[in-house]
């Protein structure tokens, strides 16, 4: 996160940047942020930022030395970029099918086993905070019965403990009492 702050606050010093079009002159161009535009940027494989920063330069948007740094920028943040997607997408997988692609990463090189245990490490950690979301958008819908008979159908299968029933209601009722004016 670090190296991304850092390259954005290195675009931004550059100055000069004011439409966020690709390029290609088209007539959706919108007025950004320097920060929104290289957000953008970073989602541009290299050869595709080359091509849009030289026609940035061409029409005297940046000068040489801004795409310079712009590129510089770009190069430190992306790999950030990368991972941090494809983390989004194994995040849709199931366990098996993630244990199947990181497997496959191990054998073809792409990552060593010491990797492969900290991606499943990571995504188990994610995927539960997830499901704790989920789980907690789901419990505010539900009126005092529904949450009741589901907190008792949970602690039945096993799910949560009584102390876990307990600090969900508690927790549940903290949430959707509305207070006295």
Known sequence: MLVILTAVVMVMITGGIALADDGSGGAGATTLTKAQ?????LLLNEARLDETLAKWEAAGKIT???????????QKARPQVVKAWVFRQLLKMNEAKLDETLARWVAAGKIDAAESVKIKTAWQSTRATIQKIVIARQLLKMDAAKVDETLAKWLADGKITTGQVEQIKAWWEAKTTKPAN
Do not use: G, M, Y
Not at 37 to 41: A, I, T, W
Not at 64 to 74: L, S, V
């Open 37 to 41: 535009v290289f957000r953008r940027l």
């Open 64 to 74: 040489d030395a801004q795409k310079i740094q712009i590129k510089e920028a770009w």
